[in-house]
């Protein structure tokens, strides 16, 4: 069977790890084309596993040992580049966001649609992660009962000064909007955001931690703690509180000791990678399989979409202080006729 070969636009610390992973941990898949406006970084890169440095990312995308496209670029370059794949007809993982407005985001829902085949899937790697998945069976299965309340936390140990309180809901928060609409299968109505102290490592006028409040569909709450310069670890934990009992993920991702003295010991982990590593390498796998058929195998456009719709909301009611409504548009219906209509089949499809 043919490798897939892939376009990785963007090899910043995230494209990178991508990189990385699809060179060495991936069956079925091959990076043939690496892109940045950085050209060292993206020839240091490339040479590291073979492949070839197209400087231009449209160029890239239409490249002839181009059968799919990994978007790991600044959120403000998706738009044009995710039309790009679309416009090829090849599928696409891009990192979130989809795009960085509302409007956008939705005209390429609909464009979609208009094809009639998924072959957009958005980078919420959360969903492929073993707790996360664990934590959705419960709930589908009824082990605990109609859910009430989602309760998560969410910090790192430190960030740049740039990361404001608006780029903590558009970059961080949006794990967790992303999260609630996964484990309740349901739609975000509102978004609050409670501002308190802030610490002092923060950079003047920017709130952390902050306490964002969401309100679902049903009437669901769900409040996310966001602390970005903790000075700790990385920790994200999630507990979901039913009628019929709750459950905590993320609490024992390392090994916790009880000591003689009676205290707890562990390590919690210090990046993303540690927390986050195995349920990335499945989401491409996932990725890659789909995409050797020519469709996708996780979140797509409509999730994307309405992740930026809630963001969107969370930043005005971080600027107003007051509930902001979330203002979702009617999800685009797919083209019967042309859903039958499938990108080539990239399995055994070349020699």
């Known amino acids: ?78 738009d044009e580049q995710v039309n790009a794949c ?15 407005d509302i409007a956008s985001a939705f005209a390429i829902t609909q464009r979609e649609a208009s094809l009639g085949r998924q072959l957009i899937q958005v980078g919420f790697m959360r969903r492929f992660d073993a707790e996360y998945v664990g934590l959705k069976k419960l709930i589908t299965e009824g082990a605990l009962g109609n859910p009430l309340l989602v309760h998560c936390t969410h910090r790192n140990p430190a960030v740049p000064d740039h990361f404001n ?39 003047a006028g920017t709130y952390d931690p902050m306490i964002v409040v969401f309100e ?14 903790s000075g700790v670890a990385y920790e994200v934990r999630t507990e979901v509180v039913g009628e019929g009992g709750s ?13 003689t ?38 979140p797509g456009t409509w999730d994307g979409y309405a992740a930026v719709a809630v963001c969107e909301a969370g930043v005005e009611a971080l600027r107003t202080g007051k509930k902001v409504q979330v203002q979702l548009g009617a999800r685009p219906a797919v083209d019967d006729e042309r859903s039958g209509v499938l990108a080539p089949d990239l399995e055994g499809a070349r020699p």
Request: net charge negative; glycine share 8%; charged share 25%.
């Open 261 to 298: 003295d009676g205290r707890w010991g562990g390590q919690i982990t210090p990046s993303f990678v540690e927390r986050f590593g195995a349920a990335y390498d499945t989401e491409l796998q996932r990725w890659v399989d789909a995409a050797r058929k020519g469709t996708i195998d996780g």
């Open 247 to 259: 459950a905590v993920i993320g609490l024992d991702q390392n090994l916790q000791v009880k000591t």
């Open 165 to 203: 309180s608006e780029f903590m809901i558009r970059d961080s928060v949006v794990h967790e909007v992303d999260v609630a609409r996964f484990l309740l299968d349901e739609e975000i109505t509102s978004v609050q955001v409670l501002k308190g102290v802030a610490t002092s490592t923060a950079p």
């Open 86 to 100: 679309l416009d090829r007809g090849i599928p696409v993982l891009c990192e979130k966001p989809l795009t960085t």
């Open 216 to 229: 679902t569909e049903s009437g669901r709450l769900v409040t996310d703690e966001i602390y970005v310069r």
């Open 1 to 78: 069977m043919s490798d897939l070969r892939i376009a990785v636009l963007g090899v910043g610390m995230m494209g990178a790890f991508h990189v990385e992973a699809l060179s060495k941990r991936i069956r079925g898949a091959r990076v043939t084309v690496v892109s940045d406006f950085f050209a060292d970084k993206a020839h240091e890169i490339a040479s590291s596993v073979g492949a070839r440095v197209v400087s231009d990312p449209i160029e890239a995308i239409n490249a002839e040992d181009v059968d799919a496209v990994l978007i790991a670029t600044p959120g403000a370059a998706h």
